[in-house]
Nanobody, 115 residues
């Protein structure tokens, strides 16, 4: 059983910053992909950023240069530093873990950016 618990969402003004964290527990193998997705009202869930065990990262074009993903393999945590936030970044953000081809999801954390 794998569990993902997110923290760090909230309300921030445009131009501000937030840091999301996700702690993974359970049957987590060394080689995996951790990442973040988001879903705004009326829209599909979209990939934001991901990072593999070795540290290679991948970002959506919409957040490149503003968001930074990092991970700590020793304690199975992934973080998303979000800078220069825009109102269009408002969404529920979900932590994602892929292990042996299986996707696991956190419960989501709300991020609201006011203009």
């Amino acid at each position: 059983q794998v569990q993902l618990v997110e923290s760090g969402g909230g309300l921030v003004q445009a131009g501000g910053s937030l840091r999301l964290s996700c702690a993974a527990s359970g049957s987590i193998f060394a080689l995996n992909v951790m990442g973040w997705y988001r879903q705004a009202p009326g829209k599909q869930r979209e990939h934001i950023a991901s990072i593999i065990t070795g540290g290679v990262t991948n970002y959506a074009d919409s957040v490149k240069g503003r968001f930074t993903i990092s991970r700590h393999n020793a304690n199975n945590m992934v973080h998303l530093q979000m800078n220069s936030l825009k109102p269009e970044d408002t969404a529920v953000y979900y932590c994602n873990l892929v292990v042996r081809g299986i996707n696991y999801w956190g419960q989501g954390t709300q991020v609201t950016v006011s203009s």
